[in-house]
């Protein structure tokens, strides 16, 4: 086999498992389980940004060695915790996330088409309590268990602990379960306590969080690393801040703090903490997945740097509800996101066109920054609105909430959804997702996400039935989150050693209309030519039997930019040296050294040369000697 940037990184392991000491190096870390990742060795090598020629050297001078044994190494138990930080993810945003609010949404819209709101005192905690769960659970776990995966892998540095990943993950999801149940409560006796509890065990974990990105980062020379170290001192920030709230709302016998506050704190920990870590994140690993160009890094730089000052100066802007200050923050929020557009290129050309993953990868990412750019407008204007004259409580509240969850479930829930389904298979090496379920859950949630946030504003301005509308997108929300979980829950099991690999199907004609899997499959022979014009991944039997299947030598030809006629030429050419060599088959069979020297391949290629090991019966069987293709 030979080793290309087109070859995949498992099957490389699987052939030569004395290369794992180099991808180990690289940053493989467990990703992809014991029998790594089935990506090429190019999209591992950008995603971890190291140089692929550089790898490729390193990999074809271990694949010498064969002393490594071949058994699957066991996946450390560090490379574990993004794991169960997933699980606990997705299982809040439906129970506590999407559900609650589900049922929180439909008892608005009740209430709001009969005109009677309700009265309930633990009404207005528990819609906080959901909305703790959101930012700490569902997008706060998520963020944690991806950092702390990747950024080790990424930075060639240790991973946390098992006792302080398992420290970390124990200390917020009991906070947030014990808050859910303690904020709504906090009026009767011993749960007052127990509010301020919760609080302060989720402080506690986004510190042992922080601290450990703090060491891992140290000082950042990249902007996406920038992006990622400023995101996680908004999410201790934020974490400080509700653990004071709720100090505050206790000790003045209620159960939700000031107004003022809360709004700080809901747009430090959106715009300042997960607005943060989804661009830096962005920035890294973008560039890989889509084959966009090189972020550029003084716009990036400009960006993280007017984006933390808009955050910053918002929050005590809100505190002490300074209109003209709030919407001078907000237009340098708007004119941070400007330069970032301009640092990363999303609408550029991409090299990854003929991906269908990369494809569905660019519909999240792109309908996630139309709804970033919706939840910035609509946040600009209402700023502006309420620095010209006074805005009613029921019209802030509308446009401010409707702005918040284009923010919350646009922006950064369809950009959650879309890469975890990019990297999870990468992390666990499970198969990917079923190609029907992506846009059904792409389309769940845009469908919800319009109606809420249309719904909302109409709402404020007009009552009435729009109501009705925020409580039945609610629903569709929970379906799209609800499905994306399940998924998500299959993904993160261990994945079985690989058994028995399905026919590759019976041998096609040599034409430029030939479907790339079988082809090679039945011709082995030709996998040296493609490998030349940088398509050896089709010398992965699992290419063959799945892509491949699909895959024509004109689409091949097309994405690779080829010419079809010269590569069509080459692949017959190689043909007929093989059957002219296989002619020679009766005197020479069983001798591998005889069948290299007639056949011309080098003796430190005969071990793996597909020539060798057909004419000695170690490989496929090649079909008859005449070729119908030409």
Known sequence: MQITEKSSVREVLRRYPATRTVFERHGLMGCGGAQGPD????????????????????????????????????????????????????????????GLGAVNLTWIAIWGFTGEMPRWDWWPALIQAHGNAQLFGWTGLFVIGIASHSLPRMLQRPAPSPGLAGAIWALILSGLTLGLVAQPLAAQAGFARLFVISAALQWLGVTLFGGYVLATLRRPREPWAGFLL????????????????????????????????????????????LLSYVLGYNLRLLPAFLGLPASRPRPAWAALLFLTLGAAVEVPARLANLADLSAGATAMTLLGLACFVVALPLWSPKLSSGDAEAAWLARFVHTAYAWLAVAAVVLIGLRIGEALRPVSLLHAHAFGGASRHAFTVGFVSLMIVGLAWRILPIFSGAPRTHPALVPVVYGLLFTGNTLRVGG???????????????????????????????????????????????????????????????????????????????????????????????????????????????????????????????????????????????????????????????????????????????
């Open 39 to 98: 990506e090429p060795i190019e999209l591992f090598a950008r995603a971890h940004g190291g140089d692929t020629e550089r790898l490729l050297r390193e990999l074809q001078a271990a694949a010498q060695t064969t002393h490594a044994s071949g058994a699957p190494q066991p996946e450390a138990v560090e490379a574990e915790s993004y794991r169960y930080y997933l699980r606990a993810a997705v299982l809040i945003g439906v129970l506590a996330g999407a």
């Open 230 to 273: 400023a995101g996680t001192l908004w999410f201790w920030l934020g974490a400080t801040g509700r653990l004071w709230l709720s100090a505050f709302a206790v000790a003045a016998g209620n159960l939700t703090p000031p107004a003022a506050g809360n709004a700080a704190y809901l747009h430090l920990m959106t715009w300042g903490f």
């Open 456 to 630: 909302q504003m109409a709402a404020g301005l007009w009552g009435g039935s729009w109501y009705a509308v925020m409580g039945a997108s609610g629903w569709l929300e929970l379906a799209a989150v609800s499905l994306f979980a399940a998924d998500v829950l299959r993904l993160l099991k261990r994945t079985p050693e690989r058994g028995a690999l399905p026919d590759a199907g019976a041998p096609v004609e040599l034409s430029i209309n030939a479907p790339v899997g079988p082809l090679v499959a039945h011709r082995p022979w030709l996998i040296p030519v493609f490998a030349r014009h940088g398509l050896g991944q089709v010398s992965n039997p699992i290419f063959q039997r799945t892509v491949g299947q699909r895959v024509t030598l004109a689409q091949a030809c097309q994405r690779f930019n080829l010419d079809p006629e010269r590569f069509l030429a080459e692949l017959q050419a190689a043909d007929v040296d093989q059957q002219q060599c296989a002619g020679e088959e009766d005197r020479v069979s069983g001798d591998p050294d005889a069948v290299g020297t007639r056949c011309g391949v080098r003796p430190d290629e005969r071990a793996e040369h597909p020539l060798i090991q057909i004419s000695t019966g170690n490989g496929h069987t090649p079909p008859p000697a005449r070729n119908p293709g030409r």
